[in-house]
């Protein structure tokens, strides 16, 4: 049979599941494993097995799954939640998106409470080969649940779009399209938009300044990406490449959207960042990649992701509360001007400490 095994976030992998599963189900099937999601390629990277899963696109997992479409028979997603119910929950989503179009099954979670499920009864026997290949391999006997049909988080009241957010916790932060917007005070918050402006939330504690950051771009609630919490949660040795230096390569910079990071740096030499996390999150990618960040902050940090690296050969500019954006707007426009004159390291920090001179607070290099 010919199975695409699709693996979502890092933690399906960090916990050893994804490598095993894989090796199961490659010993008498022709499989395709590729990683469906962003994250997840930092911990592929890690556990150095980016010559057994393909992470060269950036596709959800039902983007992954139509890409396979037509070289599977059966489509496997391989998740590990930060609950059983949150698993579900992203299952059901996904099954929503493929619909009837392919024979899908999901495992969840099959180190600790997991479980296989299955969306309609036509898939129980792929469900029930799936089961059995695991049984049979002497490593897993996980239950079959049926999978309930995936409700609606977007709804229409009025000239008002709502999305309600599953899987969220109280003290988690909450990004939308890239941007932290606040923090989660209850377990059913909710984002509600009006021509394409953000106008209200629910149980979410507002960050004033990561809604500035949305002002000028035009939200749509049913296909805007909405995340909760640690972007990766659990761990492992990171796999470090040695620094690119001196390279005549072009310069990338990275706004307020770092885990779109492996798209924007394709050939970089160098990447400029904007932002506390957006710094934090492309810096910990970047190391695995070998190409150092000029970093632009101001110190505000939600904390997206802990334990981060920094790459060999960076810097990190302060600037005073406020003024990363400002900052980032006069480089980027810099860049568009002097783009194919400047490539070195220093020759562009120091540009844009001229630039930046009365908004600088410190210097970090590393």
């Not at 989660?184 to 149980?203: A, N, Q």
């Amino acid at each position: 049979m010919r199975i695409g095994i699709i693996l979502h976030g890092p933690e399906i992998i960090d916990v050893g599941s994804a490598k095993r599963i894989i090796d199961i189900f490659n010993s008498e099937h022709d499989v395709i494993p590729k990683l469906g999601g962003t994250m997840g390629r930092t911990a592929v990277l890690d556990s150095g097995l980016e010559d057994i899963i393909d992470i060269s696109h950036g596709f959800t997992p039902s983007e992954t799954i139509f890409f396979l479409k037509d070289r599977i028979d059966l489509a496997i997603l391989l998740n590990h939640g930060k609950t059983l119910d949150t698993g579900r929950h992203f299952g059901r989503i996904v099954a929503s998106k493929v619909g009837e179009d392919i024979p899908f099954v999901h495992i969840e979670r099959p180190d600790f409470d997991g479980m296989i499920i299955y969306y309609s009864s036509q898939v129980k026997s792929f469900a029930e080969f799936v089961k059995n290949t695991l049984v049979e391999s002497g490593g897993y006997d996980l239950p079959l649940e049926p999978g309930k049909a995936a409700p609606s988080h977007v709804r229409v009241d009025g000239d008002r779009i709502i999305r309600r957010i599953a899987g969220a916790f109280a003290g988690e932060n909450i990004r939308l399209d890239g941007v932290v917007i606040g923090e989660i005070t209850t377990s059913d918050p909710e984002i509600i938009c009006k021509d394409g402006k953000l106008v209200e939330v629910r149980g979410i504690r507002i960050k004033p300044h990561g809604l500035e950051k949305l002002e000028n771009r035009k939200i749509n609630l049913f296909s805007a990406k909405v995340k909760t919490g640690s972007i990766r949660r659990t761990r492992q040795k990171p796999k470090i490449k040695n620094v690119r230096r001196n390279q005549q390569s072009k310069i990338a910079i990275i706004d307020h959207c770092a885990e779109s990071t492996f798209e924007l740096v394709r050939d970089a030499g160098l990447v400029i960042t904007v932002g506390d996390d957006t710094t934090t999150i492309a810096a910990d990618i970047l190391t695995r990649l070998g190409i150092p960040v000029i970093g632009i902050i101001d110190g505000d940090i939600d904390g997206v992701l802990e334990n981060s690296m920094v790459p060999e050969g960076s810097v990190i500019v302060r600037m005073k509360a406020g003024f990363d954006d400002v900052v980032g707007r006069e480089v980027f426009e810099l860049l568009g001007k002097h783009e194919k004159s400047i490539h070195k390291r220093d020759e562009l920090l120091a540009r844009i400490l001229a630039l930046a001179e009365k908004y600088v607070v410190d210097v970090v290099y590393y």
